[in-house]
């Protein structure tokens, strides 16, 4: 049993074109530490330096955005699905 | 470069400043940071004269040499050149020396700002050979969007929450636009548009063209220097949805400052949002270079964002020009609307009661001083969101069509006001 990411079209050069990848994890900050184990460099790009989601990177468990819940923290079962989602100008 | 670029050199990150070809792509593959368009400033400061832009038409399109399109443009060719009005009442009204209206009510073709970010968007989605137009928006940019499609043949999905007012709905609908009214707010469209943009090959204007579509709004700036007679206001109001307008404004100043156009002198932005949805003003208020994202409960929904991709460097424009954030209740916005119908003749949708109410607090606060100059940039028609201001309009007094009485009307109203 596993949750669902999906991987932006920006990653995707990182997972072999995967759209969808399952991971085991049960917090989303675990979620990112095994998305890192199989695709070495992913998490650079979604992290800063102090291990914080990067600005410009929208998560989402479940359709809502984690800084909502519990950021990194936010625990995630089997079923759910995780969004990254870079920032989105317009209006 | 390549020459067939016109006067864009590449795309770069505004965060890590890495280079891109002149794609359909916006975010940094390394850290997601939006992706900006470079020009080559030497070769626009050779051809951007005062007496070029005079000689040529009063569109948008008379800074040719500072707007993301390769070609000359062939969507849109009559947007922009908008009236900057002098409002001498409205600046009495709110005790200020000087006062003006960038008026983007009354924009070609769909009476907002967002017809100048479109048709340079969709100018640049036909260099890049795209059918297919799409945008997720909260109205005045689905509007746009549908309108200037239509006017050129490209098929358009716009997507919009669902609970939009009427008025932005028809006239999305009415263009013939595949219009898609998703359940939820903005920032959940936004966040779909991201996943769609990802898997169709469509140009979204404000996704995988936002490099391009996002430089469209420095032409309000550019105009608002020129039509000033060359010199930058000392105080610019602009209302802030993702902060992406507020940050062209400061770099349309920026540029024209550059190109040796108009003499640097200080100015400051300053931003307004709705207290309903103001994760920018807020942080501005606390002195924070970042904001926490809200869900959005405002009258202003063009302005409900409550994730704001730009929210960042609005903040860092307000810091470096010293300017303000601050925001206003859904009963400011109504009295601002008034104001401006009342004082000017001109009505603003909700986002002008914004930037009405916000320039009202500011200057009675004093961080606009009375005796200096401000403009306000207003960006939308108030015939878009009548719901909005329908019960604070006043109301109409019925009678026969009689002279007796519409005068018994008269002397008994007359009575009331002495």
Not at chain 2, 232 to 251: D, N, Q, R
């Amino acid at each position: 049993m596993s949750a669902k990411i999906r991987i932006p079209t920006p990653l995707r050069k990182l997972t072999n074109n995967e759209e969808i990848v399952e991971v085991t994890a049960d917090t989303v900050g675990g979620a990112i530490a095994e998305l890192q184990t199989r695709f070495p460099g992913i998490k650079e790009r979604l992290l800063d330096e102090n291990g914080t989601v990067r600005r410009f990177v929208n998560v989402y468990v479940n359709e809502e955005d984690i800084r909502f819940l519990q950021n990194q923290q936010t625990p995630i079962k089997s079923g759910d699905e995780i969004s990254i989602i870079p920032a989105i100008a317009g209006g | 470069m390549d020459k067939n670029d016109g006067f864009m050199k590449a795309l770069k990150c505004r965060e890590c400043g890495r280079e891109y070809p002149l794609a359909a792509t916006h975010v940094c593959e390394f850290d997601f940071g939006p992706l900006e368009v470079v020009y080559d400033y030497d070769r626009a400061r050779q051809t951007l004269t005062r007496a070029a832009i005079a000689s040529r038409p009063q569109t948008m399109w008379r800074y040719r040499e500072l707007l993301p399109i390769a070609r000359e443009p062939t969507v849109g060719f009559q947007v922009g050149y908008t009236p900057l009005v002098k409002a001498d009442r409205l600046a009495r009204q709110l005790g200020i020396r000087e006062l003006w209206i960038k008026n983007d009510t009354v924009n070609y073709p769909t009476l907002s700002f967002k017809d100048r970010v479109v048709s340079v968007a969709l100018s640049r989605a036909r260099e890049l050979g795209f059918t297919t137009v799409a945008c997720a928006s909260t109205g005045n940019l689905a509007n746009s969007v549908a309108a200037n499609a239509a006017a050129v043949g490209l098929k358009a999905y716009v997507f919009i929450p669902a609970d939009l007012e009427a008025g932005k709905i028809i006239n999305s609908l009415v263009y013939g636009a595949n219009v898609i009214g998703i359940k939820g707010h903005y920032d959940e469209v936004n966040r779909l548009c991201a996943e769609i943009a990802g898997k169709f090959g469509w140009a979204f204007v404000n996704v995988n063209m936002r490099p391009y579509y996002a430089e469209g709004s420095k032409s309000m700036g550019f105009e608002i220097i020129e039509q000033l007679g060359w010199r930058i206001p000392e105080h610019t109001v602009v209302c802030m949805a993702s902060g992406s307008l507020l940050t062209k404004i400061h770099k349309s100043y920026q540029e024209f400052i550059k190109l040796g156009l108009v003499t640097e002198t200080k100015y400051r932005v300053h931003g307004a949002q709705a207290t309903g949805c103001s994760p920018i003003s807020t942080a501005q208020k606390a002195g924070l270079d970042f904001f926490k994202p809200v869900k959005p409960n405002t009258i202003a929904k063009s302005l409900a964002i409550g994730t704001p991709a730009d929210g960042f460097y609005a903040l860092r424009v307000m810091k470096e020009t010293n300017g303000t954030g601050e925001d206003v209740s859904d009963d400011e916005i109504r009295e601002g609307i008034k104001l401006l119908a009342e004082c000017e003749g001109i009505f603003a949708e909700t986002a002008g009661g914004v930037t009405v109410g916000v320039a009202k607090k500011l200057i009675a606060t004093g961080k606009i001083p009375a005796n200096d100059s401000a403009v306000l940039c207003i960006t939308g028609n108030g015939l878009k969101t009548l719901d909005a201001v329908a019960t604070g309009a006043g109301r109409t007094r019925e009678i026969r069509p009689s002279l007796r009485e519409f005068e018994a009307l008269l002397e008994v109203e007359s009575k009331i006001i002495c």
